[in-house]
């Protein structure tokens, strides 16, 4: 590459090339090199400006003694100042991304320490929700203003932890949250739209899920064992989007359809046991108890959602865990009515679902998804192991079944793999 | 042009950003200078935060009031009046649910639980922050302090001014809490 730039000039003055073609063919190289070097900088200016914002947070909290509080305060002020100064020069000259990702990181945690000093000087208590959410709002306009896919991830991690601190530890309904994300939403999109596959559109991909899951308990204070309907009905919500052909699509699988899968798995591995039922539908103690309207309106608008999704894009990727959005339904108002029933018909679904799982993935000669259909079955006998109401004839007799079940389905593969050895490419 | 609205947009965050603390220190700054200091019992213990470092947990006594009326939620935030006691300590003389009018000095306070003719209330100032390493020794020498006789109680200097409250300085043994630390290292 060198040897044709150094080149170029005189294939132009021989005719060989346009002088529009060189320069066109100097852009090309020049763009090509240029996005390595920049995502490698701006990383290191990134995790410098992280590093740096925490080290002057936790200078101050050392909290010299020998400093009067003016000059405390101005030792409070003076990072954000600066950071504010690096931050204005790049957007006013226009500068790389890598100035703009490192001052916005700087900037977002000079205004933390700022709030934090001033509130250490005058000994204010700590609302930490309140404290956050103070940050947060004041840093979320650098998202957009210095186009910031650092700010974008601190931002959505921050609002992660207060909805958590807020919701877990306090028992309040973290609101707030669902701003954050609005505010944070239109960034993620237009990313989304223009590089779909990029590094930030990667992270986003499982961030979003994984902090959307967080902060959804969050917000369930008061549901008892509702919450268990409600997360199923969130995670089903959270398959289905995964499964639209937008995200399937993509190089990178996605946070959607990983924790969805696997969480929609957990809750019915959970509620295979008798007990389980009994604590959702209140049966244990109370009789059936009235869930809040306001819970299973949520609920209704989760499921409505998830069914628009699954039949607009009937011939997408769903595989069979999406009617799990119906059945598990269906299996509470069974469980309301008769537990015993309702704990004997989840486990013919894990089943179903377990060795439907198998039979795709040795149609498919794909052995992740033979051996994920494996382990559902091996973890649902391996829980069955522990009732004592099933007796060991049947106990030992289902463990049998499985074991030869995994050293027949792999044979199979393995041998179907062999007569067609081209198919390598569908394993991962 | 464009790059003219988006620098215009980030000053205005930039006066924002730097306008949270520095009225955090107005507001402060005029309750320290033009409010009413109350002495609060307390007993000093100490814990960490993670962005604001080392401090004194403060538990105060003042915590606790008999009232008539029974209906009080949890976590409700309410309004207590202030007084001084015979022997000079702030004094809670009543709670009530509505911001008081002028006169009397009152905070800002949460209900913690109501039982058996008693209000339990969580005070809103409970930290005093110090030099790292002096947090962990003011709480070892205030429990030595507290385990002899006759010891004079231990208290808070708490400015306050339209329900705004700052705690200027911790008192053990009748000097602020820092020199106690310095006094105690020295023995």
Sequence with gaps: MATLLKDLPELVENNVISPQTATDIERYYAARVNPQTNIMLTIFGVLGGILAGLGIILIFAHNWDNFSKTIKTGLAVLPLFIAQALAGYSILKNKSSVWKETAATLLFFAVGASISLVAQIYNISGDFPAFLTTWILLCLPLVYLLNSNAAAILLLVFSTWYSAVAGYSLWERPYWYLLFIAALLPFYIGHL???????????????????????FGAFLKGADGFVVVMYMAFLCLMYNVGSLPFFA????????????????????????????????????????YAVQSHFIIIWAVLLLISAILMFRYKSATFSSLKWATFLFPVLYFIAMVNVPLATILTNLVILAFGILTIRNGINKLHFRTLNFGILVLAVLTT?????????????????????????????????????QPDTHTHEN | MKTKYVFIAFAVTALLQAFAPLKM????????????????????????????????????????????????????????????NAAGFAKITAITKTRPQTGNDYIVVKTNYYFDGSLHINLPFDRFYMEEGKAQEAEDSYRDYSRQENTK????????????????????????????????REE
């Design chain 1, 193 to 215: 739209k223009t590089g779909k596959n990029s590094n930030l559109a990667v992270v986003l991909n499982w961030l979003m899920p994984l902090s959307l899951l967080i902060a």
């Design chain 1, 249 to 288: 699509n993509l190089k990178k699988q996605t946070g959607y359809l990983a924790f969805g899968e696997l969480g929609i798995i957990i809750v019915l591995l959970m509620v295979s046991a008798q007990y389980m039922w009994l604590e959702i539908t209140g049966n244990m103690q109370y009789g059936i």
């Design chain 1, 383 to 419: 829980i069955r192991f522990f009732d004592t109401n099933i007796s060991f004839a049947i106990r030992g007799s289902l463990f049998l079944i499985v074991g030869i079940g995994f050293f027949a389905a792999n044979y199979i593969v393995i041998k179907k793999k062999k007569e």
């Design chain 2, 25 to 84: 220190v107005y507001d402060n700054e005029m309750t320290v200078s033009h409010g009413t200091v109350y002495k609060f019992k307390t007993e000093p213990i100490d814990p960490s935060d993670p962005f604001r470092g080392k401090y004194v947990s403060l538990n105060f006594e003042e915590n606790i009031l008999r009232v008539k009326d029974t209906v009080w939620q949890s976590n409700e935030q309410v309004y207590a009046l202030l007084s001084i």
């Design chain 2, 153 to 184: 109680p231990a208290y808070a200097l708490v400015a306050v001014k339209e329900g705004n409250v700052v705690v200027t300085d911790v008192i053990v043994d009748g000097q602020p809490i820092r020199n106690y630390v310095l006094r105690k």
